[in-house]
């Protein structure tokens, strides 16, 4: 049973730039949340998904959008990338009400 | 504003010394409290979920209890495997299921 799996694992952009990261959840999962980890910070929230709808936003800037596609996968997309995106960013899948599980995460380093 | 706030930052432990972890929280109405293991460059193992005052869960040499404003991750005869960076999250009642994390704790087993 595949667990949440990112993709790409790593990803170097240059400032300006825009990038988009992909998420499959686990098997039976229908929610999809994503967040941003700084190195030596807890995650923090970005968005959440569910019925091919964003559910709830963190207080993230609207360079940051995504998208739930019908099998339940999802995208995060960032525009105009900044110094500061470089971050691990993190998907997690749930059912609806029920336990985050997260997968391995993007690295994204901005230069 | 839901907020999370862990201590230690780092702790170093030698194989067998017993600990605990602290997690101290402020909440609109708590949903639930969850604990997550997350080695280098993964991302968050579920450990545990808490739900109210008085509650206590255990995990082979792991046990999560919580209070009112805190909850605690003891930590009993820790082996080198047990390394690691331990975050606490809580979600609120109110809303969708974001979750808000703490800034977490190194945990460094020595043998």
């Known amino acids: 049973d595949a667990g949440v799996t990112q993709s790409p694992t790593h990803l170097i952009k ?15 999962h229908d929610t999809v949340s994503w967040y941003q980890q700084a190195l030596g910070q807890g995650p923090q929230f970005i968005f959440q998904y569910y019925e091919e709808e964003e559910r709830q936003r963190g207080n993230f800037p609207d360079r940051f959008s995504g998208h739930q596609f019908p099998n339940y996968s999802s995208e995060l997309n960032v525009n105009a990338l900044l ?28 230069t | 504003e ?7 930052e780092a702790l170093r432990l030698q194989e067998g010394e017993s ?18 293991r997350q080695d280098p460059g993964k991302g968050p193992e579920f450990l545990f979920t808490l739900y109210s005052a008085g509650e206590e869960k255990e995990k082979e040499r792991l046990k999560a209890t919580i209070t009112k404003k805190e909850s605690f991750l003891h930590i009993t005869a820790p082996k080198p495997e ?8 809580v979600q609120a009642r109110q809303g969708a299921q974001k979750l808000v994390f703490g800034q977490g704790t190194r945990l460094t087993i020595n043998p």
């Not at chain 1, 730039?17 to 039976?28: D, E, F, I, M």
């Not at chain 2, 839901?2 to 230690?8: A, H, I, K, L, M």
Request: with cysteine; charged share 10%; net charge positive.
């Open chain 1, 14 to 28: 240059t400032r300006g730039q825009q990038v988009t990261l992909r998420c499959s959840p686990k098997s039976g």
């Open chain 1, 83 to 110: 110094l500061g995106d470089s971050a691990l960013y993190l998907c997690a899948s749930s059912v609806r009400g029920g336990t985050l599980h997260f997968g391995n995460g993007t690295r994204l380093t901005v």
């Open chain 2, 2 to 8: 839901d907020q999370v706030t862990q201590s230690p």
């Open chain 2, 19 to 36: 600990s605990s972890l602290n997690c101290s929280y402020t909440v609109s109405g708590l949903r639930g409290l969850f604990w997550y």
């Open chain 2, 82 to 89: 047990d390394s690691a960076t331990y975050l606490c999250a």
